[in-house]
């Protein structure tokens, strides 16, 4: 079997509340809290989740946030516990971090990829049309990892960079042997790795965490 060389990194998280749609913020606070995260192609950032109460995610025992990056990477990580981030003017304490090693499943979920179309997206906005251009280059990207598996859009969703609201779907891929499964997990799809984007989990998990995601729908 293929071993992967990447983890995630889940560090406890102590504060009282985050805006849903906090992921282009969080990047930018963990730039400022390691310079060297700041435009890092390897790191990938999740969401911290939360529970979801007029569009605000309220902290618990149980919030974490979920970094995935290479092995070799964990000491560049290890100063963020004990700090304290400012993600628009909330604080949030950074805990001591466990590793944990990627699982293979035969079915994976990302609550939101975005994939960046060759001259942009036409205007007026074409839904049928996105979906067909997303699904294709998707699968194009299945096929350049060498990854086999049946992709399916499973929900329109959409995060805020820079004040620019930019569109995707949640989507599920299914029928992956080990391999494939962690292949995928390490490298992901689509772009914004570092706001909460392209990465999967087990299916299970993953369906709990868009439950209480901060990616707006």
């Not at 889940?10 to 995260?37: C, K």
């Not at 700041?38 to 025992?61: F, K, M, S, T």
């Not at 990829?113 to 001259?119: Q, S």
Request: charged share 20%; with cysteine.
């Amino acid at each position: 079997m293929t071993t992967t060389t990447h983890v995630d990194l889940a560090f406890p998280v102590r504060g009282t509340s985050l805006p849903r749609d906090h992921s282009y913020a969080l990047y930018g606070a963990l730039g400022r809290a390691i310079q060297a995260l700041h435009g890092a192609p390897w790191l990938g950032v999740q969401a911290i989740p939360g529970r979801l109460v007029d569009d605000q995610l309220e902290l618990r025992g149980g919030s974490y946030l979920r970094l995935r990056i290479p092995a070799d990477r964990i000491a560049v990580l290890l100063p963020l516990a004990g700090s304290v981030l400012d993600v628009l003017g909330r604080e949030v304490t950074i805990g001591a971090p466990t590793i944990h090693a990627l699982k293979p499943a035969a079915s994976l979920d990302a609550h939101l990829v975005v994939i960046r179309f060759t001259g942009g997206i036409s205007k007026p906005f074409d839904r049928a049309a996105f979906d067909e251009r997303f699904t294709a280059e998707a699968n194009r990207q299945l096929e350049r990892l060498g990854v086999k598996g049946e992709l399916s859009l499973r929900g329109r969703r959409s995060i805020t960079v820079g004040g620019q609201r930019i569109i995707g779907h949640a989507v599920g891929v299914t029928g992956l042997s080990e391999d494939h499964s962690l292949v995928l997990q390490a490298h992901g799809l689509g772009g914004k790795r570092t706001m909460g984007c392209g990465l999967f989990r087990p299916a299970r998990m993953a369906l709990r965490l868009v439950a209480e995601a901060s990616l707006a729908s």
